[in-house]
Nanobody, 123 residues
Framework: QVQLVESGGGLVQTGGSLRLSCAASGRTLNSYAMGWFRQAPGKEREFVAAISWISDATNYADSVKGRFTISRDKAKNTVYLQMNSLKPEDTAVYYC????????????????WGQGTQVTVSS
């Protein structure tokens, strides 16, 4: 079992930055990929980014490429999402997750979810 706890959400103006953190506890994450999804009001949950826990491989949604960066600290069992040049359309609840591979997470095949953290970008 893996427990995921997100933090770092908040209110920011257009063009601003935020860094989300996701602390993982429980079983070893060596065989898992980690990622972020988001869900805006009235919309379906969508893939944002994912990273392999073993390699440096990453994957991003087209809508965030060049603005968001996913990274991880193995020693702290934590994954981060650095969000720059934020836009009002980035407003959503952001969910951390863990899955068997980058490909799995990218296609919404996720084993574990965090509780979510709200990100609001004002115009």
């Amino acid at each position: 079992q893996v427990q995921l706890v997100e933090s770092g959400g908040g209110l920011v103006q257009t063009g601003g930055s935020l860094r989300l953190s996701c602390a993982a506890s429980g079983r070893t994450l060596n065989s898992y990929a980690m990622g972020w999804f988001r869900q805006a009001p009235g919309k379906e949950r969508e893939f944002v980014a994912a990273i392999s826990w073993i390699s440096d491989a990453t994957n991003y949604a087209d809508s965030v490429k060049g603005r968001f960066t996913i990274s991880r600290d193995k020693a702290k069992n934590t994954v981060y999402l650095q969000m720059n040049s934020l836009k009002p359309e980035d407003t959503a609840v952001y969910y951390c997750n863990a899955g068997r591979s980058l490909a799995a997470i990218s296609t919404s095949i996720v084993d574990y979810w965090g509780q979510g953290t709200q990100v609001t970008v004002s115009s």
